[in-house]
């Protein structure tokens, strides 16, 4: 795997190099591209306003950057096409998508239902697999290099192996997904919350092994819970438990409503007034105490997933756990499982 997020700090003639370099060369067999979204850089200011930024450092145009060292920011079209003509000179099939969701609302009402804008980019690239392709790669690369000025070869100045969390792709049992789920939403307040803000939790996202399709198949099959697929995008898909008991922060007030972007109904100031308990908190701290410090992963009564290292995550559990992990083992969610929010 191959992970890039620096290509806007690229100079133009190196950034010309970087897909004949990285795809038809090393040929990885996933890369996963990040880089800043031009589009979204008008959320970070009033409408018309002029002048935000960092002018564009190379003088090609007159945009405003987030960053002095950036040398281009793309927009969603710009880098749709960048992105899938490099996929098919070097045969790759691409995904293009976004990360960074707002969590305030747009005071100016530039967010929209359904609104897909990202503040980054990122584009997966999965190589397409035969001797065919790797031939084709290998032949276009030979006449790409072949093309490059005396005395500029290419040469690996280093290379870092990245150690994969030792959650990853390892999901707890389904009831473990689904009490901690539950918690998440106590905690909340209301009894119907998106998944975006169950995901933005990492107690869920790492108790799912950082697949998302595990909590949505979780979330789909357990019976206490009630999804609603409104919309295209499956972060926004609705959580409902009904006949929950909330744990109200407030014992005068009801619980507070909060929006998919994480507000509350209420303003900084009277929350920040409002006389809470340490109750919750505390029941809070007491679930995840030692989940995680940094480097090990220990195992906890409540939580009855977390292992001290990869090698032993199978290991002190009973025929019934051994089984669940196996069965999550097996099954490996493909691409595009779920509706992806798409640019076209």
């Not at 009904?242 to 922060?249: R, T, Y």
Request: charged share 30%; net charge negative.
């Amino acid at each position: 795997m191959t992970v890039s997020s620096s290509i806007e700090h690229l100079a133009e003639d190196v950034t010309d190099a970087f897909a004949p370099v990285l795809l038809g060369n090393y040929a990885p067999r996933l890369l996963l591209l990040t880089t800043p979204c031009f589009d979204f850089n008008e959320r970070f200011s009033a409408p018309g306003e002029e002048n935000w930024g960092i002018t564009d450092p190379t003088g090609r145009t007159t945009r405003g950057f987030r960053h002095a060292d950036h040398k281009f920011e793309w927009t969603v079209d710009e880098c749709v096409k960048w992105c899938k003509a490099a996929a098919d000179e070097w045969g790759y099939d691409v995904v293009i998508d976004g990360i960074g969701r707002p969590i305030t609302k747009d005071p100016w009402g530039r967010d929209g239902d359904g609104d897909t804008l990202r503040a980054s980019q990122a584009a997966e690239f999965r190589r397409r697999e035969g001797d065919d392709w790797a031939a084709r790669r290998a032949e276009r690369y030979a006449k790409w290099a072949s093309r490059r000025e005396p005395g500029k070869p290419h040469d690996l100045f280093v290379s870092h192996c990245y150690e994969a969390h030792v959650g990853a792709q390892g999901p707890a049992p389904r009831e473990d997904i689904a009490a901690a789920v539950r918690l998440i939403i106590q905690g909340i307040g209301p009894s119907d919350v998106t998944i975006f803000e169950i995901w933005r939790e990492d107690s869920v996202s790492t108790i799912c092994g950082g697949w998302l399709e595990v909590l949505l198949d979780v979330l789909v099959k357990d019976e206490a819970f009630v999804l609603h697929k409104e919309g295209k995008n499956a972060d926004d898909w609705i959580i409902e438990l009904p006949g929950v008991e909330l744990q109200v922060k407030n014992p005068w007030e009801s619980p507070t409503k909060h929006d998919a972007w994480g507000e509350s109904a209420e303003s900084a100031e009277s929350a920040a007034s409002s006389e809470t308990y340490d109750d919750e908190e505390d029941e809070y701290d007491d679930y995840y105490e030692g989940e995680y410090d940094g480097d090990n992963w220990d195992e906890t009564e409540d939580s009855g997933w977390a292992a001290s290292d990869s090698e032993s995550l199978n290991k002190d559990r009973d025929e019934s756990d051994i089984n669940t992990l196996t069965a999550w083992q097996e099954w490996r969610p493909a691409p595009g499982w779920f509706e992806e929010a798409g640019w076209d």
